[in-house]
């Protein structure tokens, strides 16, 4: 059985516990490795914590926060019956939001069944996982981008190279042949080492009038759909 990550704490009912109990319950997040709730995990302490101080009337209060499987749980105990109730106070009025707050950010929150804990929930964000791969252009001299794509690594960014190279070979003409044969057979060698190494690569070509530059530097892609034969997607300007 699976057991909570689980700070307790009780402290005496004074206001300075607030700011406290905020700073102790960030650093047990960030422990557990969630640390993409704490705003929110931290904000709801306080308006529950607060709340506590403000209408309990035993000498102190008991906390605790749990994390389990994605979700974070906050319990405040000031040991005086009776449920909180949201309200939504004029415009104009500073305090009476508490309760509205917790309501507004919590997925769930109740008390117990006298009312003398009360309790909110949140699920923990999931992080935003990214995916390592190349991004690679073919630029003409005047900057201009004639052709991109997002490679997933190395031998592929290469693959992608070689091909489009062949194509501006085909539509230059013969006078840039010979560089371009001879980078497609070997000069690879030396853009597939730097990529390995995480390094980002240029190469410029130069045949009389004609100029052109490859590049690829090291990026780090967002989740997209998956893609027939697991490549990533190229485009094409120009």
């Not at 969630?34 to 705003?39: F, L």
């Not at 009312?115 to 699920?123: D, K, P, Q």
Request: glycine fraction near 8%; proline fraction near 6%.
């Amino acid at each position: 059985m699976d057991l909570p990550d689980r700070v307790v704490v009780s402290c005496t009912r004074t206001p300075e516990r607030v700011a406290q109990l905020r700073r102790i319950s960030a650093a047990h997040l960030r422990l557990w490795g969630v640390s993409d709730c704490i705003e929110t995990a931290t904000l709801l302490i306080s308006e529950l914590v607060t709340n506590a101080i403000r209408y309990g009337e035993r000498d102190d209060i008991s906390f605790s926060l749990y994390h389990l499987k994605g979700e974070v749980r906050v319990d405040v105990d000031d040991g005086t019956p009776g449920r909180p109730r949201v309200k939504r106070p004029a415009f104009d009025k500073e305090t009476g939001r508490g309760m509205l707050i917790v309501d507004t950010l919590a997925d769930e929150w109740g008390t117990s069944d006298d009312g003398s804990r009360t309790w909110a929930t949140m699920t923990v964000p999931t992080p935003m996982r990214t995916t390592p791969g190349f991004w690679c252009e073919w630029r003409g001299a005047d900057g201009e981008r004639l052709a991109a794509c997002a490679s997933a690594g190395p031998t592929s960014a290469i693959n992608w190279a070689r091909t489009q190279m062949r194509v501006i070979a085909s539509t230059i003409g013969e006078p840039l042949l010979a560089d371009l044969w001879d980078w497609l057979s070997d000069g690879w060698r030396d853009a597939a080492a730097a990529l390995e190494r995480g390094e980002d690569f240029t190469l410029p070509l130069v045949a009389g009038p004609h100029a052109f530059v490859w590049h690829a530097r090291p990026v780090r892609f967002l989740p997209m759909a998956a893609l027939e034969g697991g490549e990533p997607a190229c485009s094409a300007t120009g």
